[in-house]
């Protein structure tokens, strides 16, 4: 199994990156996806989530508007795009797989640096 995170980078305030989550070794289009973020001394916070179809995502308030999770099954890939950057998102970003069935299956990415600074 493997998520691997690309995408991040260093940006401008009011910038944009698409963070890309590549998936192996699952079936990913029966994995709830989602997006947390890091910060050093913060708690792990989830940032957006998309249901298997795709049809339904949710995202914390603090990125509503500039944010947008998708996700193509076709290649087994989720995206986060970010919009209007500011500072306070800098942090890694991790790429989470989820299923719950009988028991939880749930996998990591490495996660990507993303830093928004002038």
């Known amino acids: 199994v493997q998520l691997v995170e690309s995408g991040g980078g260093l940006v401008q305030p009011g910038g944009s990156l698409r963070l890309s989550c590549a998936a192996s070794?699952?079936?990913?289009?029966?994995?709830?996806m989602s997006w947390y973020r890091r910060t050093p001394g913060k708690e792990r916070e989830l940032v957006a989530t998309?249901?298997?179809?795709?049809?339904?995502?949710s995202l914390v308030d603090s990125v509503k508007g500039r944010f947008t999770i998708s996700r193509d099954n076709a290649k087994n890939t989720v995206y986060l795009q970010m919009n209007n950057l500011k500072p306070e998102d800098t942090a890694v970003y991790y790429c989470?797989?989820?299923?719950?069935?009988?028991?939880?299956?749930?996998?990591w990415g490495q996660g990507t640096q993303v830093t928004v600074s002038s």
């Open positions: 989470n797989a989820k299923l719950s069935v009988f028991r939880v299956y749930e996998y």
């Open positions: 070794g699952f079936t990913f289009s029966s994995f709830v």
């Open positions: 998309i249901t298997p179809s795709g049809i339904s995502t």
